[in-house]
């Protein structure tokens, strides 16, 4: 039997939603026969708004990770997507990204994969959960099978500090000031969700 693929696409300006792609790619990569594929979307913004925005080091550090393309999505039985947010929604990089899938769509390439969303807001009340949602209308449109977080990972749970993590997918939250790194509870969140979605890409697989 071929391995299952489970695609992470991301978009991520100062490194935040970068980290908890990682943390996805790790725990899906826990599943037997399972393929871990990372990929981040094209940059729109000019060198020079980077440059301004203060986002140079960031870019860097995820300069090896290749440039995802439409193509990829078809290819892969489960597609885990990561965006920040902007003013509730997924960012533009992001949204130019999936308007390029059209032609996906006509042929029905994407029923039935399995398709799942983390993100990351700038506070605590940036929008996490209208990200999550209204990114899942895109993914629904496309024929997808949606896979959230469960409240099995008990992290969604606590009530010791300020974390992200909803039921839609995990989150972290950057600061105002973009500080705030991605906590053990929100790497651990989106550990969980690459597994689970990983797991259940696998068991559908099988079924093929």
């Known amino acids: 039997m071929k391995n299952t693929r489970v695609l992470v696409v991301y978009y991520s300006l100062y490194g935040h939603v970068h980290k908890m792609a990682q943390a996805i790619s790790e725990g899906a990569a ?22 301004k925005m203060g986002a ?26 990561g965006t920040p947010t902007r003013f509730g929604n997924m960012c533009g ?33 940036g929008g996490q959960e209208t990200t999550l949602l209204s990114f899942m209308v895109t993914l629904l449109h496309q024929g997808m099978v949606i896979v ?11 009530m010791d500090e300020i974390t992200g993590g909803t039921p839609y997918g995990a989150t972290t939250m950057a600061g105002a000031d973009g500080s705030r790194q991605p906590t ?25």
Not at 148 to 158: K, S
Not at 184 to 208: C, D, M, P, T, W
């Open 184 to 208: 053990a509870n929100e790497l651990g969140a989106a550990r969980f969700q690459g597994q689970h979605v990983a797991s259940i890409a696998a068991r559908l697989k099988k079924l093929e």
């Open 93 to 125: 990089q992001m949204r130019q990204f999936l308007d390029a899938t059209g032609s996906l769509w006509q042929k029905g390439a994407l029923v039935g994969k399995v398709g799942s969303v983390f993100a990351s807001t700038g506070t605590q009340h």
């Open 30 to 51: 826990e599943v037997d026969g399972v393929e871990v594929v990372v990929r981040r979307v094209p940059e729109t913004l000019p060198d020079d708004v980077i440059t």
């Open 56 to 81: 140079v080091d960031a870019q860097k550090a995820m300069a090896d990770v290749t440039i995802a393309t439409v193509d990829d999505l078809a290819e892969a039985d489960a597609v885990i997507f």
């Open 148 to 158: 959230g977080l469960p409240y099995a990972y008990e992290g969604l749970t606590t």
